[in-house]
């Protein structure tokens, strides 16, 4: 059963008719052709889908699109002026890339609430976003250098 609901991404309102149970990473990606955002597992494990609802991180693969409401979404379309964007090509803090969008997306909320996060800080705000390649080490460079490098 299609429903139909108005979503704010990245500034721009969209009006859309989206089956119930449909899941806000495929409206973004499969609707909208904001494919930034990735969906890896599907279950809420990996953070590969991480979008900001109002600024706080959320999993856009198992946030049903009816349950956004009149929050904001942001993607990681919405955040290519972010100076997380440079820090990780500056720091080599990717491999194949698919986490990337998630890690930028979960940084820039923590740096939004926490300028100046120590490196504890960050290993706890990053907990949620995994990286199969194992750049951990310079993801946490990339934040470090954005906030200060603590
Ligand atoms: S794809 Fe959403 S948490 Fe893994
Ligand atoms: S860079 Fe490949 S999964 Fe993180």
Same mark, same amino acid.
Request: aromatic content about 2%.
């Given at each position: 059963?299609?429903?139909?609901?108005?979503?704010?991404?990245?500034?721009?309102? %969209?009006?859309? &008719?989206?089956?119930?149970?449909?899941?806000?990473? $495929?409206?973004?990606?499969?609707?909208?052709?904001?494919?930034?955002?990735? @969906?890896?597992?599907?279950?809420?494990?990996?953070? !590969?889908?991480?979008?900001?609802?109002?600024?706080?991180?959320?999993?856009?693969? @198992?946030?049903?699109? %009816?349950?956004?409401?009149?929050?904001?979404?942001?993607?990681?379309?919405?955040?290519?002026?972010?100076?997380?964007? &440079?820090?990780?090509?500056?720091?080599?803090?990717?491999?194949?890339?698919?986490?990337?969008?998630?890690? @930028?997306?979960?940084?820039?909320?923590?740096?939004?609430?926490?300028?100046?996060?120590?490196?504890? $800080? @960050?290993?706890?705000?990053?907990?949620?976003?995994?990286?199969?390649?194992?750049?951990?080490?310079?993801?946490?460079? !990339?934040?470090?250098?954005?906030?200060?490098?603590?």
């Amino acid at each position: 059963m299609l429903e139909s609901l108005e979503l704010t991404v990245n500034g721009d309102r %969209h009006a859309l &008719d989206a089956p119930v149970g449909r899941s806000l990473a $495929e409206v973004l990606r499969d609707d909208l052709g904001l494919t930034g955002t990735k @969906i890896a597992c599907y279950e809420g494990h990996c953070g !590969a889908c991480t979008v900001l609802l109002d600024g706080v991180p959320a999993l856009s693969c @198992i946030t049903l699109v %009816h349950a956004v409401g009149g929050r904001g979404v942001t993607t990681i379309e919405g955040l290519r002026e972010h100076p997380l964007v &440079d820090a990780f090509v500056r720091e080599d803090a990717l491999q194949c890339g698919f986490c990337t969008p998630g890690q @930028i997306v979960s940084a820039s909320a923590l740096l939004a609430a926490n300028p100046r996060p120590t490196r504890e $800080e @960050i290993g706890h705000a990053m907990a949620g976003n995994l990286c199969r390649c194992g750049a951990y080490r310079n993801i946490e460079a !990339a934040i470090a250098s954005v906030g200060g490098g603590r």
